[in-house]
């Protein structure tokens, strides 16, 4: 007989008295991916005795562009007409929704404002350090939707498939637990590629300073980023009902330009690196 993991667990952490705000998991795990994020990136800074000014504001652009560019791409990419007539939901983030690749596009945004203003550099120059600890964060998001109970996969008869609680919302307000039948853990999976990925570039940077060679970390990135999420999408369910006659769902839709993306920005690094070795 085949023996699943039943996932139980509540996404609130707990309640602060007197306001009762509840404080959910999926926030620490945000802000705990945030604070070892900057503590990646500034020791990069001190490796390379950067300015410490650039470091401020790169960390408050990232925590601006990342947190705003997700919501939209959620709102935008997922459900426009929902959010279309329902606006003030908009800012709602804590009910959750937010979008991956609305994120990345909103830290490119902030790169290129960052690059522009303040360093003067290329915009490689900054993604080959910033992605070390974007990695991090992704993987720590992932596990918040885990405990959120979201984003998980179709029906499986793997030993490792998860039973997740349908009814999660209801549930708090008193109602019996409605379970899923066993599901991939795609949370899970995602999450172990994104860790990956992160100690992968962290290695070319560390070991190996392959940020020498402008944009073969990033590229690397993007390419381990966008084909794994991409891969991982045919065995999660339908997030949204206009993807269910879709031959490729939003998600890989959305991975195809960054897959490129990353192909063409490692090329050209791996001809830097040639160049000068």
């Known amino acids: 007989m ?11 952490a707990f309640t ?3 306001i009762e705000r509840e404080i959910r998991w999926y926030g620490i795990a945000f802000a705990t991916g945030f604070a070892i994020g900057s503590w990646i990136v500034q020791k990069i800074w001190e490796k390379e005795k950067l300015s410490e000014i650039w470091f401020d504001k790169l960390f408050i652009y990232i925590i601006i562009s990342s947190t705003i560019g997700s919501r939209l791409g959620h709102c ?14 908009i800012i709602k983030i804590w009910e959750g929704g937010l979008s991956s690749h609305g994120g990345t596009i909103g830290i490119i945004i902030a790169v290129w404002i960052f690059s522009k203003k303040i360093t003067h550099k290329s915009m490689l120059w900054t993604f080959d350090r910033l992605v070390i600890p974007v990695g991090f964060v992704a993987f720590l998001i992932r596990i918040g939707n885990l405990i959120n109970h979201e984003i998980y996969g179709q029906q499986t008869n793997v030993p490792w498939a998860f039973v997740f609680i349908k009814n999660l919302t209801y549930v708090h307000q008193g109602m019996n637990p409605i379970f899923t039948e066993p599901s991939h853990p795609t949370q899970l999976y995602e999450a172990f590629f994104y860790a990956l990925t992160a100690c992968l570039c962290l290695w070319m940077y560390w070991k190996k300073k392959y940020y020498m060679y402008q944009g073969l970390i990033f590229g690397i990135f993007l390419i381990c980023i966008f084909f794994s999420r991409f891969l991982i999408e045919f065995y999660k369910n339908v997030q949204e009902p206009f993807e269910k006659n879709m ?5 890989q839709l959305l991975s195809i330009p ?3 993306a990353g192909i063409y920005i490692t090329y050209k690094g791996l001809k830097l690196k040639n160049k000068t070795t």
């Open 247 to 251: 031959i490729l769902n939003m998600g």
């Open 16 to 18: 602060i008295p007197l």
């Open 76 to 89: 935008i990419f997922y459900n426009p007409n929902y959010y279309l007539q329902n606006p003030i939901n």
């Open 2 to 12: 085949l023996s699943f993991i039943v996932w139980k667990i509540d996404p609130i």
């Open 258 to 260: 960054f897959i490129i």
